[in-house]
């Protein structure tokens, strides 16, 4: 558990033999609660890293703000960080001067940061919660979006819509909002190609439905292969589980498989998984330190993949 500063959302990667972790840093900024998650208004991220799970983990300061981002007004939420060729890109999701959120992305040489940020928003790019997967081919996809807060419901024709609904589709009987997937350019700084959906289909082959609320995608994507399979997991939010649906390709469709976490202390959780000395871990956040939704500390645990290809039940 990191305990000396606020973090969550972690993005784990292993980078030079190191574990790299990428949170949000929360903060107390006295903005007040609602149900758009204004009082989530962190400033700035801090990159983690240590040699082992549970050794020592180091804070290298702060690797990007909020002031340092040209287009961004506020609210820097859930990163992740990608390399390929010598330059790690940090992808990040922060409201633009209109209070739209976008997503942006930010290079440097060391996984540690300092990352600089490019002067605009990736085009074409919204919502929240970036997560870059990259496949052994080398090809790289981003799977994003979230509702609620994450505004992917004001998304639904295509173009930002402020007055759209607060929630989601607003008819339970409707296909479920979709996480959103785009393959990354050759340089990595923008899509190449469409944004699709990313469709999670139940036992009958049909899509989930918006009502679903314990199995519909809400937010914090990811992304893991395993055994060939495509592993989507991702937070049902208001149902506060960790889902994970698999595929044979990276754009699926998925198949729902199951729950692979229970609830944890606190409103969200959002994770990431990786491989790293032939064990795999999920890391996450719950609010134990402070008891506060928007004050949360990351945590790791081992995750076990079954037999018959799926993951086994975590409760934290
Ligand atoms: O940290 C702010 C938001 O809370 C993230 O973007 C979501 O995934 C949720 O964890």
């Known amino acids: ?182 393959k990354m350019s050759k340089d990595m700084l923008q899509f190449d190609g469409p944004v699709k959906d990313v469709v999670i289909l139940d036992e009958n082959g049909k899509p989930l439905l918006t009502g679903d609320h314990d199995r519909r995608f809400f937010e914090g994507s990811w992304m893991h292969k395993f055994n060939g399979k495509y592993y989507f997991t991702y937070s049902t939010g208001d149902t506060h589980l960790l889902a994970y649906a698999t595929s044979n390709s990276p754009y699926g469709p998925f198949n729902y498989k199951g729950t692979f976490m229970s609830p944890v202390e606190g409103w969200t959780t959002h994770h990431s998984i990786i491989e790293f000395k032939n064990k795999w871990y999920l890391f996450y956040h719950d609010t134990e330190i402070s008891g506060k939704t928007h004050l949360r500390n990351v945590k790791v645990t081992e995750l076990k993949h079954t037999t018959d290809g799926g993951i086994e039940l975590i409760k934290p």
């Open 1 to 182: 558990m990191v305990k000396d500063i606020f973090t969550a959302d972690p993005s784990a990667h292993v980078f030079e033999g190191k574990i790299y972790i990428y949170p949000s840093h929360d903060i107390e900024a006295g903005t007040p609660e609602n149900d758009n998650g204004d009082h989530f208004d962190m400033k700035d991220y801090h990159i983690l890293s240590m040699d082992s799970v549970g050794g020592k983990v180091t804070d290298h300061g702060v690797a990007l703000a909020v002031k340092d981002i040209p287009w961004a007004k506020r609210q820097l939420w859930a990163p992740d960080v990608a390399f390929k060729n010598g330059t790690y890109y940090l992808y990040f999701p922060v409201k633009d001067k209109n209070d739209v959120f976008k997503i942006g992305v930010a290079t440097s040489k060391s996984p540690a940061g300092p990352f600089k940020a490019e002067p605009k928003p990736i085009d074409g790019s919204f919502s929240i919660d970036p997560a870059v997967f990259t496949d052994d081919n080398g090809d790289a996809y981003m799977y994003f979006g979230g509702i609620w807060g994450g505004q992917l419901q004001r998304w639904v024709t295509g173009s930002y819509n402020a007055d759209g609904s607060k929630t989601d589709l607003e008819d339970n009987s409707k296909p479920a909002l979709s996480c959103k997937v785009a």
